[in-house]
């Protein structure tokens, strides 16, 4: 019995270390940095920190640079690699912490990981995947009040752990079978519409074949297996329910797409 659960931790780490969501050490540390989790359903809400978070620039540059299907123009980003420089140096600044609410929070490290997954790539541009650099997800990049985090550590240490499965249809990580990138950033007073919108377009769209009996589905959904609960109980075919417009009977039989690492550039 002891050998069998051996066999299956190592199968299962297996194939994490073939998704995205590294599980090393550095890949899942949070550094120290707050999380809190949805309680119930999650709302919008007015920011409520004492030093609210503007992310416009962030705004302004996914509309200059990014079309309506989500792809990116990563020459034209370059050219104002600057000023995604500037937005990245300002969320450096800000102190995340437990008097922040949890959509701030939400919307803070989702638009870091976005920003800083854009500002991997230029720094290695051109290349045609993300796999192709040199450990993207474990090493420490993003500077938040003096820690250097990870893209794994934003995505597992921090919002996997926020009770908010929906984000992993907001962040992107620069491939072409990841949820698409939207044209905003992520906000507070927005963020519950904002995961509601990208998860139905997610589910509904060319990236999942549902069909009742038979459904297609993105390799996300095999990545994160433990993620997709419904009250509570992990429930693959129940959480997809809730927003997709063809319904999967229960007995049904689930297929995973062939994950597309390549460069999601226009």
């Known amino acids: 019995m002891k050998f069998l659960k051996y066999a299956a931790l190592l199968s299962t780490f297996a194939f994490t270390l073939h998704s995205c969501n590294l599980l090393s050490a550095a890949g899942i540390s949070s550094q120290g940095q ?18 609210n978070v503007d992310h416009s620039q962030w705004t302004e540059l996914l509309q200059k640079h990014v079309n309506e299907e989500g792809l990116v123009d990563y020459k034209g980003f370059k050219e104002d690699a600057m000023a995604l420089d500037d937005y990245l140096n300002m ?25 800083e997954t854009v500002n991997l790539i230029l720094e290695n541009y051109p290349v045609k995947s993300i796999k192709d650099i040199e450990n993207p997800w474990t090493e420490g990049r993003a500077r938040v009040d003096g820690r250097e985090l990870s893209l794994g550590g934003i995505e597992n240490g921090i919002l996997r752990k926020m009770n908010e499965p929906r984000i992993h249809f907001a962040i992107n990580c620069a491939s072409i079978s990841c949820p698409p990138l939207i ?21 509904n769209g060319p990236k999942n074949k549902i069909d009742a009996n038979t459904p297609e589905l993105s390799s996300i959904f095999k990545f994160y297996p433990n993620d997709w609960k419904v009250n509570g109980d992990v429930d693959l075919f129940g959480y997809i329910n809730q ?21 999601n550039e226009q």
Do not use: C, H
């Open 183 to 203: 044209r905003e950033a992520y906000t507070a007073a927005k963020i519950n519409e904002q995961l509601d919108m990208v998860t139905r377009n997610f589910i």
């Open 91 to 115: 969320l450096a600044k800000k102190d995340p912490n437990n008097d922040w609410s949890v959509q701030e929070l939400l919307a803070f490290y989702i638009n870091l990981y976005n920003a």
């Open 243 to 263: 927003y997709s417009d063809v319904k999967i009977n229960p007995n049904a039989t689930e297929t995973y797409l062939n994950y597309d690492w390549g460069l």
């Open 34 to 51: 707050p999380t809190k989790k949805v309680e119930g359903k999650l709302t919008s809400t007015t920011a409520n920190s004492e030093v």
